[in-house]
């Protein structure tokens, strides 16, 4: 899902300069320990560590701070929406999902309009 | 639209979540890899060497699993990746586990109730040729055989409750 995502967003035009990979909340969590980043996109179905509780252990990561969440995910439930959105992310892709529609997700979020 | 529960409680509910499952299946590979899923002129079996399946809980519980063929298990990933398929490698596991992943939850966002009421694992992939699988579930599953670029891919899911 990781490549699919960054196809996506490259597809959708936007220039990545670097791009950092996670499996998991947890390998999340350690890869911010050492790489500030401008965007963070979350699945919320992972092994070890779900999206969600990814989320909440966020406020903790000093490189995270003021860094936009999008979660992308099959869940379609609307309690998992509200749980994420509460706890920080901004905004919420459900999958499938064409290029446009996380262009359409993302950009709004990267230029601090959503 | 009807729950989960009514259908699971009427009669026929299996077949009433067949066209469901063939427009979510449709989906994922028209949005996500691009391309259009036939029906065969005949059932055909793949030979299972790639199955992906992901498992529900709650207010229903089964497996839904995706098996085709290693050569339709390349050109999926291929499609799904943008990447030539002679590049394609160990990721097709992968591909195919997020094919099932989006299948699963497409389809149960389309029953009312079961968005919030059923959850998926993360998915488990068998790769090899010399496996079967075998399904304890109480209840009669769903099975949908289509073509993908012309290779059969068969889509199942067993219901357990």
Redesign the interface.
């Known amino acids: 899902m990781r490549k699919i995502v960054e196809r996506s967003l490259r597809q959708a035009g936007l220039d990545l300069t670097k791009v950092f990979e996670a499996g998991n909340g947890a390998e999340a969590l350690v890869v911010l320990q050492t790489n500030p980043v401008d965007l963070i996109l979350c699945d919320i179905n992972m092994p070890v560590m779900d999206g969600l509780e990814f989320i909440k252990q966020l406020p903790g990561v000093a490189n995270a701070k003021g860094v936009p969440v999008v979660m992308i995910t099959t869940e379609g439930s609307e309690s998992h929406v509200v749980e994420a959105l509460s706890h920080g992310a901004r905004g919420y892709i459900r999958k499938p999902f064409t290029p446009e529609q996380v262009k359409e997700h993302v950009v709004p979020v990267l230029e601090g309009k959503s | 639209m009807k729950s989960a529960n009514e259908l699971l409680a009427g009669k026929g509910t299996h077949e009433a979540w067949t066209p469901l499952l063939e427009m979510a299946t449709r ?2 590979f028209e ?2 890899l691009g391309c259009q899923l036939t029906i065969p002129a005949a059932a055909e079996e793949p030979i299972p060497e790639v199955t992906a399946m992901v498992g529900l809980a709650g207010q229903l519980c089964g497996v839904l699993s995706v098996r085709c063929d290693g050569k339709a298990a390349a050109l999926m990933t291929s499609k ?3 990447v030539e398929l002679d590049k394609v490698g160990p ?1 097709i596991s ?1 591909a195919i586990g ?1 094919v099932c ?2 299948v ?3 389809f ?2 389309k029953i009312a109730g079961l ?2 009421g059923c959850l ?1 694992s ?1 998915p488990t992939v068998i790769t090899g040729s010399n496996y079967s699988l075998h399904c304890l579930a109480e209840s009669p599953g769903l099975e949908l055989r289509l073509l993908f670029e012309r290779m059969p891919i068969v889509i199942s899911l067993e219901i357990h409750s």
């Open positions: 989906e994922v949005l996500m799904m990746l943008g990721e992968d997020e992943n989006m699963a939850g497409n149960k966002n968005a919030e998926l993360p």
